[in-house]
């Protein structure tokens, strides 16, 4: 039996990470993309907050229901953090009620996947802006986990942080190796990185979770499906 989790994601940039996901992870998991409207593709707050409104979402559940999904994700994190605490949880709600199914996001995720790993301190290599990448760290600090230190990689567009390839992508991560982190957090579903995760690692000495990583995680959870892999770091260990 086919387990499903529908992805719904804003634009195009690294997309793309969820056919790789699916392929990794077997035939009996699937992990459509619907792509959800962009107003202006800017890593800015305003711009963010109008990415994730709820038109756009709701909009885009309407077409992940063809897939019959087990579970939705809002493939996301700048476009739920954004929100804060109560209003991400509040937006995969919506979509939730909307389709009946469980749902949550990239940043619900990542809290999820903190809280798995039992880390509390953690440091974040982000592609944001410093306004922006700041309220990841709210976030993160609502769910109990502490920031030791945040580097902001102030890359404008989305389209430009999909463009990143391998050696960016590792560049990134070491920016931000803080020693007393028990993990590195790479925030950006408009990133490629899930086909470097085991690397990111064994570079790094410690997990490292990345956006699209970690909506598949937990969107998988929420279907009530425990999938493991050798190829997609510490969390998909457990």
């Not at 529908?6 to 940039?13: S, T, V």
């Not at 756009?56 to 929100?83: H, I, K, N």
């Not at 902001?152 to 463009?163: F, K």
């Not at 570079?203 to 929420?222: E, F, I, M, S």
Request: charged share 20%; net charge negative.
């Amino acid at each position: 039996m086919v387990t499903t989790v529908g992805m719904l994601y804003p634009g195009h940039a690294a997309e793309d990470d969820y056919a790789l996901l699916q392929r990794i992870l077997g035939d009996d998991i699937a992990l459509p993309v619907v792509i959800t409207s962009v107003g202006v593709d800017a890593h800015e707050v305003d711009a963010l907050l109008d990415l994730g409104r709820s038109e756009r979402l709701l909009e885009g559940a309407r077409q992940v229901a063809q897939y019959r999904p087990d579970s939705v994700m809002w493939a996301c994190t700048s476009g739920s953090f954004v929100f804060g605490w109560d209003g991400a949880h509040q937006q995969a709600g919506e979509i939730s009620e909307n389709l009946s199914l469980p749902t949550g996001s990239t940043s619900i995720a990542f809290a999820a996947a903190c809280r798995a790993l039992q880390l509390h301190r953690v440091a974040v290599a982000a592609t944001y802006p410093d306004d922006v990448s700041r309220h990841f760290s709210k976030f993160l600090a609502a769910a109990g986990v502490t920031v030791t230190e945040l580097v902001s990689h102030d890359i404008p567009t989305a389209a430009l942080a999909g463009e990143l390839g391998h050696d960016e992508v590792l560049e990134l991560a070491h920016s931000n190796d803080s020693d007393d982190a028990e993990a590195i957090l790479i925030p950006d579903t408009a990133l490629h990185t899930v086909a470097w995760i085991e690397e990111l690692e064994q570079a790094l000495g410690k997990p490292v979770l990345t956006a699209n990583q970690v909506t598949a995680w937990y969107g998988l959870r929420l279907a009530g499906k425990q999938v493991t892999s050798d190829r997609l770091g510490t969390l998909f260990r457990l």
